[in-house]
């Protein structure tokens, strides 16, 4: 097992016209699109912006065994999530037959009517259930605060599963928390998960960092992440400045799945890929975007 660490993408889920099936074919493509220049070090498929929820089990193994096959000595992380305990099992333990290096354990789609004492109850049985080697990310994620990962939860999964747990993907963006993490538990591996707080995360000492504006853009966390590593603050803070305007101009949409989606072809990746969840970005909303895209970056427009 390599331990991920660097750049790692958080991959969006191709879907043929209209959603009807998954295109694993994609990916293979896409791949070598956002590492041609050496930017991204590992993939997380299933993210919660990879449309998971929409996939059967059949169809997230088929995805599984093709990032496998085409992630050429990459890391690989796979999103255990679903709506039931034996889901996220069967799949978990499925990516780690496989070859996934890590797992993402986030609580059911179900978890906000759970008390804390049930969610730990399931924390505690798929730990319980997974292989006891350090291979397990806990997950704490924007959104409901019912289902926010908390330093209590933490510390008691600690006791009972360090032989388990590999570290935290911290995904809310919250200023400071990374860090603190971080400072609390120097034994787990920390993951920043939110592009609009990668930087610090990264300077602090977070080991790696997923980032779906790198669908996209890879260079642009990439720049943030090399900043970091050479502890200048001031060159970091400015590459994360134009990377949390990316991601504040893609999530302003309320779409941002759609919207990545849409851009990809935009910028230079010839693939195309559709949306199941989400709702497609209109041409004339993507066309807005890109013009604000060539200023954030300083890029000159093409057409122009």
């Not at 896409?30 to 498929?45: K, P, R, S």
């Not at 920390?190 to 996209?216: C, E, P, R």
């Not at 966390?221 to 900043?227: G, N």
């Amino acid at each position: 097992m390599a331990v991920p660490e660097g750049l790692v993408l958080a991959v969006l889920t191709p879907f043929s016209p209209g959603g009807e099936r998954v295109v694993p074919d994609w990916l293979a493509g896409h791949f070598a699109y956002v590492t041609e220049g050496g930017e991204v070090n590992g993939f997380y498929l299933f993210s919660p912006l990879g449309e998971a929820a929409s996939l059967s089990l059949a169809e997230k193994k088929l995805l599984i065994d093709t990032a496998v096959a085409h992630r050429d000595r990459r890391s690989l992380i796979v999103g255990t999530e679903g709506t039931d305990l034996a889901g996220t099992l069967e799949i978990g333990r499925y990516a780690l037959e496989k070859g996934a290096d890590a797992l993402v354990l986030a609580p059911p789609s179900t978890s906000a009517a759970l008390s804390k004492k049930d969610l730990y109850g399931f924390y505690a049985s798929a730990l319980k259930s997974l292989p006891a080697e350090p291979r397990v990310l806990l997950y704490n994620g924007p959104g409901d605060r019912d289902r926010a990962l908390t330093f209590e939860q933490v510390d008691d999964l600690l006791a009972g599963f360090a032989d388990r747990l590999l570290g935290v993907v911290e995904a809310t963006g919250e200023p400071g928390l990374a860090r603190a993490y971080i400072e609390r538990y120097p034994g787990l591996k920390m993951y920043a998960g939110h592009d609009g707080a990668l930087g610090d995360a990264a300077y602090y000492g977070a080991v790696g960092a997923i980032s779906a504006v790198a669908n996209v853009f890879p260079a642009a966390p990439k720049a943030v992440l090399r900043a970091a590593a050479t502890s200048d603050r001031e060159e970091m803070e400015y590459a994360q400045e134009h990377l949390s305007r990316l991601w504040a101009l893609i999530v302003s949409t309320a779409n941002p799945v759609g919207v990545l989606k849409g851009l990809i072809p935009l910028f230079g990746d010839p693939g195309m890929t559709h949306t199941r969840l989400a709702t497609p970005a209109p041409l004339g909303q993507l066309r807005q975007i890109e013009e604000q895209i060539y200023l954030i970056l300083g890029m000159e427009d093409p057409l122009l």
